[in-house]
């Protein structure tokens, strides 16, 4: 296994993969994949289009670090409690929302 310091991302070390064709990941494709390239679920071609196309695209890199830090930061929110004061007032807002629209 090795890391790949720009994707900020850890892979197989399966030796480069020859391309069988030429294929150009667009960003659509990028966001669509990258569930299936984080958990080592594309071929090694697939995972090498992909890798090229963020290797030349920032806002997909960037993307793909807020996506790898989503679960973690879900992880702590969950994990915290909210202050009571802020429940109460947030319970009291929802009941007079609820009471206005119905």
Do not use: W
Request: glycine share 6%; proline share 5%; aromatic share 6%.
């Amino acid at each position: 296994m090795k890391r790949d310091g720009a994707l900020g991302i850890f892979e197989k070390d399966e030796g480069a993969p020859q391309p069988a064709e030429v294929r150009m990941y667009n960003c659509k494709d990028s966001i669509n994949l990258l569930l299936e390239f984080l958990e080592g679920n594309m071929s090694p071609e697939e995972a090498q289009h992909l890798k090229e196309h963020l290797r030349g695209c920032s806002p997909c890199v960037d993307f793909l670090r807020t996506y790898k830090a989503t679960s973690g930061l879900c992880k702590k929110a969950l994990a915290a409690k909210m202050p009571k004061e802020v429940s109460e007032k947030l319970t009291e807002y929802l009941r007079n929302k609820i009471k206005s629209t119905s």
